[in-house]
């Protein structure tokens, strides 16, 4: 089947967003949902593409002095460099970082993650009686929207009816101003992963796997399905890559399909995501690890993927 990227400028309820990044899989459990919701975190906290000039008056570590004649007789006018040991007023940076507004769309209606994964002390979605357009609930600062806070329960619908659906979430959310909306998209490569891409202008994609064989033969259609849709795919993130033991690394799934992928697909970042027990203990409480453990490895491991989207 002929596909075209058919995306158009603006759907109104996205107008305002920035970027919006696509992070999808082929499989289910290889831990998609784990790199959208740990990445849209970090990438909040890193805000590094905002920033503001502020102005700040400092007083200048040497300062120009003229000697006077009286005080000491016979020397020069010339004025001559003094330290100022003063402590400088620099109170403020120059560059004010701030963070970057991001959201998430779980777009998988069968097996919705983000209810689970956060915990938004709203967890339905409201819908403005006005606009007739759906506001994202929040946690820690990051707009969520799932099908799972839709109240719903679990879905039982044939594929048409899920496009249609995905279709009438993302054209009635109103996104307001976001720097990034990440879409935690469903497994796979079918008719729904294409109505995401047709309705919604994808800035990039990240494609999440692990090192099997078997993952490459799949991850290589989502690839390839990108590549048609005039998607890039920045980055290829091989999760549960290895564990390690008193400082040695063991893979128990073998090596080598993030790599193949991003040589054969000229997917230009590759990182390889340990199996981290407190990645999922996180994930399964309702508080991602980059938000319990900013300062932890794994914390900056996703900050380098955020800084490649
Ligand atoms: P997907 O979205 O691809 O279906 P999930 O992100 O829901 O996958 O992950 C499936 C399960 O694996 C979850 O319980 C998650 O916490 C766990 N998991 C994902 N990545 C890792 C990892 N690197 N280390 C340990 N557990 C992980």
Known sequence: QEVTNDAPDTVEGLRNVRHII?????????????TSVNLAYKLKEMGARRVLLTLVPIRPRWRCERRSLRTF?????????????RPRRLSTPLLTPFNSRVGI???????PSLPTMTSPEIAVLQMNKETGTITPTEYEGVGVVSFGFAGQGSAIMRGPMVSGLINQMLTTTDWGELD????????????????????????AAVVVTTPQKLAFIDVEKGVRMFSKLRVPCVAVVENMSYFEVDGVRHKPFGEGSGQRICDEYGVPNLFQMPIVPELSACGDSGKPLVLADPAGEVSGAYGAVAAKV
């Not at 082929?26 to 949902?33: A, D, L, N, Q, R």
């Not at 007789?73 to 040991?85: C, E, K, T, V």
């Not at 909306?181 to 202008?201: A, F, R, S």
């Open 22 to 34: 696509a992070v999808s899989s082929c499989k289910g459990g290889v831990g998609k949902s784990t």
């Open 180 to 203: 990034y909306l990440i879409i935690d998209m469903p497994p796979g490569t079918g008719d729904v992963q294409l109505t995401i891409c047709q309705v919604v202008p994808i800035t």
């Open 73 to 85: 007789p016979g020397a020069s006018l010339r004025p001559s460099l003094a330290f100022d040991p």
């Open 105 to 111: 769309f779980d777009a998988d209606v069968y097996g």
